[in-house]
């Protein structure tokens, strides 16, 4: 398996708390993804990283934000937690350059009551 | 590991019987496209990809089949096994950008 982790891997929290959810890589690769996964949507892109400090949007990122100080995390931050945002998170890595293949952790369910 | 419980097309095929997944892209810039496999509890794994200068690419058990003038893609999965029972995904990507897009997904149902 790709040496990456995800923490918390479950969480319940209340409305209006922040959360933040921690990607962990031990295989320096360049790219590092926020999806999220919810029943008739499939995976959605929430934010993206190209690099240290290099980051931007995806497809659902209103109300998340993102920080990555070093090659090894990406943390998401949900400044304001509402119950949409109840989902399955996952975090993916990858090389880039001529290949799309990412590596997912195995996921964090955040319940938000 | 974590799943969702996915309302999703299902495709039911006999085991031994060759599986067609079918998926349709939106982004006309999109030149690079990956399908993935995810069982139940997992996050998502690579099965194969294809570039937008071919319409055709094959790999172990299966084949990535690319139309553009339709903007469709097809995985085939021969000789259909149980361990293959899982939700598959396509996934677009364009040189322009680095984001990887998924489509909503299919489930893969084994008939015994």
């Known amino acids: 398996d790709a040496g990456i982790t995800q923490s918390p891997r479950h969480k319940v929290t209340e409305t209006g708390t922040p959360v933040t959810l921690r990607c962990h890589q031990t295989e320096n690769h360049r790219y590092m993804y926020w999806y999220r996964q919810d029943p008739g949507h499939g995976l959605r892109l929430i934010h993206y990283?190209?690099?240290?400090?290099?980051?931007d949007k995806g497809e659902v990122s209103d109300g998340y934000s993102v920080s990555r100080s070093k090659t090894e995390d990406f943390l998401l931050t949900l400044e304001s937690a509402t119950s949409s945002q109840t989902s399955v998170y996952f975090c993916a890595i990858g090389p880039g350059g001529d290949t799309g293949e990412l590596f997912f952790g195995e996921g964090s369910r955040l319940t938000v009551l | 590991g974590e799943s969702v419980g996915l309302h999703l097309p299902t495709l039911s095929v006999q085991e031994g019987d060759n599986s067609i997944i079918n998926c349709a892209y939106s982004?006309?810039?999109?030149?690079?496209f990956i399908w993935y496999k995810q069982e139940s509890g997992k996050g998502p794994q690579f099965i194969i990809d294809?570039?937008?200068?071919?319409d055709k690419r094959q790999g172990q058990r299966v084949t990535v089949l690319l139309n553009k003038t339709v903007k469709h893609l097809s995985l085939q999965i021969a000789a259909t096994q149980p361990g293959d029972s899982a939700v598959y995904f396509c996934a677009e990507n364009s040189n322009r950008d680095d984001k990887i897009i998924f489509g909503k997904g299919t489930r893969l149902h084994i008939l015994p």
């Open positions: 294809i570039r937008s200068n071919m």
């Open positions: 990283s190209y690099g240290v400090k290099d980051t």
């Open positions: 982004n006309s810039a999109s030149d690079y």
